[in-house]
C-alpha cells in the first residue's frame, strides 16, 4: 500500500516511521510519503493560507496551493485524480473513522491523505479534489497531521505481517470476528497478584471454553457500552 500525505509538517511524520509496525508494514512493500504543500506552493513567501472571505477568526488552506501540491505528486488534474484514487481530507466533520472504515482504506493499494491547519480548507478542495473526508472524532484539533497519523495507524497494522502476528488484528475490539464488540479482557504472569486471581477458564488449556468465556465478555462489554455490537 502507499500511503501519501500532504501536510505542512512533514518531519512530524519521521518520528511515525520509526514505529515498529509501520516498520514491518515498510519492510513488506508498503510506502509512506509526505509532500509538503509549503515546497509546491505557486505564491511568495512560502504562503500556503489566507484569510476567510466574510471574515472570521483564523486562516484558511488556499485551493491553488493544494491544486499546486497534488499537480506536483501526481502530474495530473486533481479532479481526475480522485476518480481512480482516495483523496481524503481530514476533517473534523467527516465520516467516523472505526473499524469498518479501516478494515475498507487497507485494501485500497493507494491513499492520499490531506491535511489542513488552521481554520481548515477551503471547501473547494474538499469539494473539487477529495473522494472523502474523514474525522478520528467530534472536536477540533490544531491540524489534521496527528488524525493523518491515526489513520496511518488503524489501516497499517490491518496490513498482512505488519503487528509480525497474523491473528492480532483479526480478532480485536470492534471487528468483525467479534461481531463488532469491543475485545475480551487479556492477563498474563503472574496468576495472581495481591489476591487478585486471573480467571480459572484461561488457566484451564480447554480452548472452546475459554472462547466462550472470551465472547460472553465481550458481549457483557458491549452491552455495558449501549449495545456496540453489530449484530
Ligand atoms: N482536523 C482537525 N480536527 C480533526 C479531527 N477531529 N479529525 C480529523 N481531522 C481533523
Known sequence: MQIDVFTLFPSWFDWFRGQRHVVNAMALGSALETVDYRAHTPLRAGQVDDTPFGGGAGMVLRVDVVEAALRAGYGEDPVGLRKHRRVIALTPGGRLLDDALATE????????????????????????????????????????????????????????????????????????????????????????????????????????????????????????RGGESLS
Open 105 to 224: 482504506l487497507a485494501a485500497e493499494e493507494e491513499l492520499t491523505l490531506l491535511c489542513g491547519r488552521y481554520e481548515g480548507f477551503d471547501e473547494r478542495i474538499v469539494e473539487h479534489f477529495c473522494s472523502d473526508q474523514v474525522s478520528i472524532g467530534r472536536y477540533v484539533l490544531a491540524g489534521g497531521e496527528l488524525a493523518a497519523m491515526v489513520v496511518c495507524d488503524a489501516v497499517l497494522r490491518k496490513l498482512p505481517g505488519a503487528l509480525g502476528h497474523e491473528d492480532s488484528a483479526h480478532e480485536e475490539s470492534f471487528s468483525a470476528a467479534l461481531e463488532g464488540a469491543p475485545e475480551y479482557p487479556h492477563y498474563t504472569r503472574p496468576a495472581e497478584w495481591r489476591g487478585w486471581p486471573v480467571p480459572e477458564v484461561l488457566l484451564s488449556g480447554h480452548h472452546a471454553r475459554i472462547r466462550e468465556w472470551r465472547r460472553e465478555r465481550s458481549r457483557e462489554r458491549a452491552e455495558r
